[in-house]
C-alpha cells in the first residue's frame, strides 16, 4: 500500500471509535436544522474549504433530495472578511460573524488542523457568550480549540493532509447522520 494511504488508513481505523459521536452531531444538528436554527462553519486554508464543503451538502443534498437548511461558511463572504480583517483585526473575522449570524442554539463547527488558530478560537468564544453550541475537529489533541468547545473530535495524526482527509471522511458521516434524522 502507498505510505501516504497507509497513513490515512491507520488514521481512519483510531478515529473509528468517534463515528458514535458525529452521528450524535448529526442528530442534534438535525434538530437545530429543522426548527429553524443555523449552522455556521470556520476554517482557515483546507479547513475552510472544508467548512464551505459542508455547508454546500446541507444547503444542497448530500444523498437525498429534500428541503435546504441554513448553513453558512464564514469565511465566503469575502467583503465582509476583508473589511472586518481590516477595521477590527484578523482574530476577528469569524467572531465578529457568529456574533451577527449566530442566535442562541445554533451551532458552529470550528475545522482546525492544529487546534491553535487565533481566528478559529475566539470564533468559538463568540459562540459561547452568545449561546451557540460550539463543536471542533481538529488535529492531536490536546489543544486550545478541543478545550474550548462543547465537544470536539481530534484525529490523531501528525500530518496536515492526513488531518484534513479524515475530516472530510467525518463530516460526510455527518451529512449522512443529519439526513438520516431528518
Known sequence: MD???EKLWNTLEKVDDHALAVRAWGGKLAGVLAAGGRLLACGNGGSAAEAQHLTAELVGRFREDRPPYAA????ADGSSLTAIANDFGADQVYARQVRAHGRAGDVLLCLST???SANVLAAARAAQEAGLVAWAMTGPAPNPLAGLCDEAVAVPAGETATVQEVHLALLHL???AVEEAL
Open 174 to 176: 455527518l451529512c449522512d
Open 3 to 5: 505510505a501516504h494511504l
Open 72 to 75: 453558512i461558511p464564514l469565511h
Open 114 to 116: 492544529s487546534g491553535t
